[in-house]
């Protein structure tokens, strides 16, 4: 290989090497955002809103067993006195 032709050679492969350079800063940027550099970052944000989601959803879970729990009771209630009005007769 001549001196001619390694120079492009060089130049190349020195363009791809700050292209590179840039890629991994623009990467490490995106890192930090994702996981907060020592603030909350939107990781973070994210664990936070699937937490308060799973609260309210055991909170509606528990409505619900209760409403279910009424609905029973009154169904029971409802039945011992029609019971009660046909024993009555």
Do not use: C, W
């Not at 001619?4 to 050679?9: A, G, I």
């Not at 809103?49 to 067993?65: D, N, P, T």
């Amino acid at each position: 290989m001549s001196d001619t032709s390694l120079h492009p050679l060089l130049q190349d492969i020195s363009s791809q090497l700050v292209e590179i350079r840039d890629k991994v800063t623009r990467t490490e940027t995106n890192m930090q955002t994702l996981i907060g550099n020592g603030q909350p970052g939107r990781i973070s944000r994210v664990e936070d809103q699937v937490k308060e989601l799973i609260v309210s959803h055991e909170r509606a879970k528990g409505y619900f067993a209760a409403l279910g729990s009424v609905i029973t009771l009154l169904g029971v209630a409802g039945h011992y006195l029609i019971d009660l009005l046909k024993k009555g007769h």
